[in-house]
């Protein structure tokens, strides 16, 4: 199938392979390429897996293997921390009672 021309997508690109890795590298990261996933704007129709170029939403232009269609961003920050959950109301309270004080 087809990806048109267009459309927002994600491309792949091995950056640095294993034995392109600088030598401060932890071990286990020195074992795997570094590797590179961008979205943008697909500059020809082409189909899932094949190289293409893209335009990025800064306007650089990446070539890459198509990896998805419209992509959805997957990332988080993780777990949510208890103390931190109620951190900004207490400042809010702290700041007005400060300035209601003077």
């Known amino acids: 199938m087809k990806v048109p021309k267009g ?8 950056v640095l392979n294993p034995e392109e890795r600088a030598p401060q590298v932890p071990d286990d990261t020195k074992q ?4 590179l996933r961008v979205n943008g ?10 190289e293409v170029t893209i335009t990025t939403l ?7 293997y198509l990896r998805k269609e ?5 990332y988080d920050f993780g777990q949510p921390i208890p103390a ?12 007005f009672e400060e300035g209601r004080s003077k």
């Open 7 to 14: 459309s927002w997508v994600q491309i792949h690109q091995i």
């Open 70 to 74: 419209n992509p959805r961003y997957e």
């Open 84 to 95: 931190l959950l109620t951190i900004g109301q207490e400042l809010r309270n702290f700041l």
């Open 58 to 64: 800064i306007g650089r232009k990446l070539t890459g």
């Open 32 to 35: 795997v390429p570094l590797e």
């Open 41 to 50: 704007f697909l500059d020809q129709d082409a189909e899932i897996g094949k």
